[in-house]
């Protein structure tokens, strides 16, 4: 499979359109073969061709920013869900990176008005270039901003008045092995979360809260390990209500959702 989307990108047809190639040589065919040694070195896919798919979008990604996962367009649908009947939600993605989330939500959900936030000075940049082109491309554009989705001030202006926070922030507990693509290209900062892999998630719980309107959703991504772990973080927390975990489409628990509680006050 990747050396079929390395050959189509490299000879620039589509994976169908090599069904129709005799022969590649010369520059095509040494390009190819570079391509294909890297991949062998563990170069990620994305990173050679440029190009990571995420539900309905095709996103930029490459060094310094996280490649986005099949496994997270399931938190998106129940983003989406959530949001259904809302004609303008309010919406906020913390740790953006190529923008995966926060632009699937403003493509699919056309009244959306949407946040982004991305600490990473690197990263951010790709947010920006995606955010862009979906903008040129007719979506509702979304704001990206530099942020720590931990900091008490961040956002001050939606306090109390966002309809859902989502996030898929670092969870990999310190010390993990981790696949060479993953360990040695995606940004430290999207991957290590501490001893159990949530101490950024403990951070983020209090500018969820304090965002959040009564009502307001909450969703994370998690590790597999981590579907009883991340629910009791948020019961811990106190002030939310309907606190599930759900499973992906491998049967994997990959996601945590809440509902903020009316009266709880923010954090
Ligand atoms: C696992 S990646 C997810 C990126 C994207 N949302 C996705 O699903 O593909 C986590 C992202 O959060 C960013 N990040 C890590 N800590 C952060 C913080 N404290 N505040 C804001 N962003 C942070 C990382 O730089 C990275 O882009």
Redesign the pocket.
Known sequence: MDAELLLAHATGRTRAGLLVLDTVDGPVAERFTDLVEQRADRVPLQHLTGRAP?RYLELAVGPG?????PE?EQIVEWCLARLTGVAEPVVV??????????LSIAHEHPGARVTA????AD?IEWTRVNAAARAAAGDRPVEVLG?????PGLLRALDGRVDLVV?????VPDGARLPREVADH??P???WGGPDGLD?VR??LGTAARLLRPGGALGI?HADQQGTALPAVVRAHGGWADVADHVDLAGRPRYTTATRVAGAGGD
């Open positions: 995420f920013v996280f490649v986005p996962r997270t993605d913390l740790g953006t990176g190529s923008g995966a989330i926060a936030i991305e600490r990473d990263a942020g720590d989705m931990t900091d996030s898929n922030p670092p969870y995606d940004p900062l999207a991957l950024v951070g983020l991504e």
